[in-house]
C-alpha cells in the first residue's frame, strides 16, 4: 500500500498565482489486491484570487510507504462545468525519504468575471488504474474572484509562539526581529504560552495565546497571517537560520497577494489618568463577497518589558537561551549574537540581559475576533466600524503599548481543536499597527489629550542632534521623536524644567511629540549634519 501526505504549499506571485491543494493520498495497488483509492483533504486554495490572473492547482505529495508510482491522472471542473484533466508522470519512490513531491496541473484556470466560484477536484487513477473508492477521492471548496484595487495596502501579521520557559525561543525571538525590521509592512505579535508541566514558568502567558496554540502549535513558531503552509498545521520554526528566507518569502508572497480588505484606526481616545482607551476599528471592504464569516479585532502589544524585580516567581520573566555556547544542544548554527551574552539563563531587565518585546497582552475580540460588525455579506465600498472600549491595568507600562486590527476570516474548530477547513483555519485579511501615544496630532482627539496649556521650548531646531528642551510642566513628560511612516525611532523620558537631549538619528525631517499628562505638542523637527 502507497500513502501520499501533502506537507506543504507554495504560490507565485501576480499576475501568476499558484494554487496548492494539502492533500493525502492513499494509493494500493491493485495487483497485491488491495483497495486502490486516495483520500483528499479539503483544498487548500487562495479564497481570494483577481479575475484575469492565472491560477494553476497543483499537488505537494510525499510517498511514505510502498511501491513506486509512476503517473496520476487528475482532475478539476469549476461550478460543475466541464472536466478539466490531466495525466501526470511521476518518479514517487516508495517511502521516499520524507521529502516531497510537487505536482502541478498543466492547464490552470483562468476567471474572467468577478464572482464566488465552486472549485471540485478529484484524482482519477493511480498508474492509470481507476479509483475504486471515489467518494474519497474527490473535494469541494470556494474561491472569490474581483478585480484589483489600487486603495489595497496589504500588511503581514507574524504570530510567534514563544516562551520565556523555551531555551531555542531566544532564537526565534531574534531572527523575528530580523524579519520584521526589513520591512514597515510586517508586525509582530509574540504570543507567549506557558509549559504545560509548568503553568507558572512564563509570566506574560495569555488566554489567547493559549487557544491560538492549540491549533498551531510548535515552539518557536510563527504563523504569517495565519495562513497553513503545512499540511499538519505547525508553524515555521525562525530559530533555524536556513529558515529565515522561506520565512520571509512566504510573507513577501502574502503581501503581494489578494485581500478584499483594508483596515483602519480611528477615533484614538486615551485618558492617561483613568487609563482609559476608546478606539474604533475600520474595515472597509473593495471588494463584494456573497458568503463568509468575516470578524474584526483589536490587539495590544507591549514593548520593553522590564521585569519589576518584586516576584517571587522572577524566573518567569527571564529569558532561557540555548545560544549560549557553541555546544548547546541546537539544530541549527549558533547565533552569533546570542552566544555574546554567554548565559544560559538571561536575566530580564538586567545588564546583558534580555528585554521581551512585541508581547501579546490582550486581543479584545479573543484569538477568532469579534462578530457582528461585518455581515455575511459584505459590499464594495464599504466600511464596517466596531468601537473598543478598554481600561489598560496598570502593570502595564502605558507608554510601550501598541495597537493592532486586524479582519479576519473565520473557520470554526472542531472539539479537537483542528479546523473544520484545516487548510485555512482563521486568515488574517489585513492588518494595521499604531502606538498608544500617537505619532500624529490628527489621530488625537480633544478633551482628553490637548495640545493646550504652557509649550515646551525646543531649540536649537534645525539641529545637528544635540537638542535643548524646557518642559514647563511640573511632572515628567515623554520625548517621542517619529519619521514620516509613523515609526517611532527615538524616546525618553524628561524631567521638569531644562533637558538636554542628544538624538542619534538620521539626518531627515522628523515629527517631535511632548507627551504629559492629558496633553500633547507636536513639533517639526529638522535633523543635519
Not at 69 to 98: D, E, K, Q
Not at 269 to 291: C, G, M, P, Q
Not at 418 to 446: C, E, G, M, R, Y
Amino acid at each position: 500500500m502507497q500513502k501520499f501526505t501533502a506537507l506543504n504549499a507554495k504560490a507565485r506571485l501576480n499576475p501568476i498565482i499558484s494554487i496548492f491543494i494539502f492533500c493525502q493520498l492513499l494509493i494500493a495497488a491493485t495487483l497485491s489486491g488491495q483497495s486502490n483509492s486516495t483520500e483528499l483533504y479539503p483544498l487548500s486554495l487562495p479564497v481570494y484570487n483577481y479575475i484575469d490572473s492565472t491560477v494553476y492547482i497543483g499537488y505537494l505529495i510525499n510517498n511514505n510507504m510502498g511501491d513506486t508510482v509512476h503517473s496520476l491522472s487528475i482532475s478539476y471542473t469549476v461550478n460543475g462545468g466541464a472536466r478539466v484533466s490531466a495525466t501526470i508522470p511521476t518518479w514517487v519512490t516508495g517511502s521516499n525519504g520524507g521529502k516531497p513531491v510537487s505536482l502541478i496541473h498543466p492547464v490552470p484556470l483562468r476567471i474572467h468575471a468577478a464572482g464566488d466560484y465552486v472549485i471540485h477536484a478529484t484524482v482519477d487513477s493511480i498508474d492509470h488504474v481507476a479509483s475504486d473508492l471515489p467518494s474519497l477521492d474527490s473535494v469541494t471548496t470556494y474561491t472569490h474572484f474581483y478585480a484589483a484595487s489600487p486603495k489595497l495596502h496589504k500588511r503581514v501579521v507574524f504570530e510567534e509562539f514563544t516562551g520565556a520557559w523555551c531555551g531555542h525561543c531566544s532564537g526565534g525571538a531574534y531572527d523575528m526581529q530580523t524579519i520584521v525590521s526589513s520591512d514597515t509592512d510586517f508586525i509582530l505579535v509574540a504570543a507567549h504560552v506557558a509549559s504545560s508541566s509548568k503553568p507558572l514558568d512564563d509570566s506574560m502567558n495569555t488566554p489567547e495565546a493559549v487557544a491560538m496554540h492549540d491549533v498551531w502549535a510548535g515552539y518557536p513558531g510563527v504563523t504569517i497571517n495565519r495562513n497553513v503552509f503545512e499540511s499538519d498545521g505547525r508553524t515555521y520554526a525562525p530559530n533555524a537560520l536556513y529558515m529565515v528566507p522561506l520565512i520571509e518569502g512566504l510573507a513577501n508572497q502574502s503581501k503581494s497577494s489578494p485581500s478584499p480588505a483594508n483596515i483602519s484606526i480611528s477615533n484614538l481616545v486615551y485618558d492617561s489618568v483613568k487609563r482609559l482607551l476608546t478606539v474604533d476599528v475600520n474595515a472597509e471592504f473593495l471588494a463584494t463577497i456573497s458568503h463568509g464569516d468575516y470578524r474584526v479585532n483589536l490587539t495590544l502589544i507591549e514593548d520593553s518589558i522590564i521585569h519589576p524585580h518584586d516576584s517571587i516567581v522572577d524566573y518567569s520573566w527571564n529569558q532561557n537561551n540555548y545560544y549560549f555556547s557553541h555546544l548547546s544542544p541546537v539544530l541549527d548554527d549558533t547565533i552569533p549574537a546570542l552566544f555574546s551574552l554567554g548565559q544560559e539563563l538571561l536575566d530580564n531587565g538586567k545588564p546583558g540581559g534580555w528585554v521581551h518585546n512585541h508581547v501579546l497582552r490582550k486581543m479584545l475580540g479573543g484569538a477568532w475576533g469579534d462578530t457582528g460588525t461585518v455581515p455575511k455579506h459584505p459590499t464594495a465600498g464599504s466600511t464596517y466600524t466596531k468601537k473598543y472600549t478598554f481600561t489598560i491595568p496598570v502593570e502595564w507600562h502605558d507608554r510601550h503599548i501598541s495597537l493592532v486590527a486586524m479582519v479576519q476570516e473565520f473557520h470554526p474548530i472542531n472539539a479537537s481543536h483542528q479546523p473544520a477547513n484545516w487548510s485555512n483555519p482563521d486568515l488574517i485579511l489585513n492588518a494595521v499597527k499604531q502606538p498608544l501615544f500617537p505619532a500624529k496630532q490628527t489621530i488625537v482627539t480633544t478633551g482628553i489629550m490637548t495640545p493646550q496649556g504652557a509649550k515646551a521650548r525646543i531649540y536649537p531646531n534645525p539641529s545637528n542632534g544635540m537638542v535643548t528642551i524646557e518642559n514647563p510642566g511640573a511632572q515628567s513628560a515623554i520625548l517621542f521623536i517619529n519619521d514620516m511612516s509613523g515609526r517611532t525611532v527615538f524616546e525618553k523620558t524628561l524631567l521638569s524644567g531644562s533637558n538636554t537631549v542628544h538624538i542619534d538619528i538620521s539626518p531627515g525631517i522628523y515629527q517631535l511629540s511632548v507627551v504629559g499628562s492629558g496633553t500633547i505638542q507636536n513639533e517639526k523637527l529638522v535633523i543635519i549634519r
